[in-house]
């Protein structure tokens, strides 16, 4: 009886090792938030958002949003039907960080914005390899800037997987214990 009950138990410690074991065999994905100085000619303004979706080396994101804008305006999302249209969506990351981008979209429908509202530009400019962005209307026509506007990446932190691994050693502890006084 005693050997039926531990065969039983290691059996569903093994399952649950296989199943929570698969979920970290997926494909491991970024998310960073970013943030930058919108040019005045642009509409000025200090630009957060967040990029979902990448993976090590080179992709495409999932999802690119603007979460905050200090003038009010671009506010949404960027990569999507039907309101959104990508033109360019080329990100690098290396050893968890962004290291290049090429993003170009625009939004037509923002609350507040009219109809036919912005354009997001993500970009590493090649001359002094700073990252830059911008946010304008898509009726504004000014040349787009030159110069290190201060976009920076920051990594989300993924969700902790470690409870279920702190769970799994302590059920196969809790079954070595059970074993050592049932014996």
């Known amino acids: 009886m005693k050997n039926s009950i531990s065969r039983v138990l ?28 919108n040019p005045e000619s642009f509409g000025g303004g200090h ?13 495409n994101a999932t999802s690119v949003e603007i979460l905050g804008n200090t003038e009010n305006f671009g506010l949404g999302g960027y990569i999507g039907p039907p309101e959104t249209n990508t033109f360019i969506n080329l990100w690098k990351v290396e050893s968890g960080a962004v290291t290049h981008v090429d993003f170009v979209s625009y939004i037509d429908n923002t609350p507040g914005a009219g109809s036919d509202c912005c354009v997001l530009y993500l970009w590493f400019f090649p001359p002094t390899g700073a990252a830059e962005g911008a ?49």
């Open 10 to 37: 290691a059996a569903a410690t093994v399952a649950i090792s296989v199943l929570t074991s698969s979920h970290v065999a997926q494909a491991v994905t970024f998310d960073f938030n970013f943030s930058f100085s």
């Open 47 to 59: 630009i957060t958002g967040i990029v979902r979706g990448l993976t090590e080396g080179t992709s």
């Open 135 to 183: 946010l304008r209307l898509r009726n504004n026509y000014t040349p787009y800037p030159e110069g290190d506007l201060g976009l920076r990446f920051t990594p989300v932190p993924l969700p902790a997987s470690g409870g279920m691994l702190f769970a799994a050693i302590m059920g196969v502890a809790g079954v070595r214990r059970w074993k050592k006084s049932s014996a």
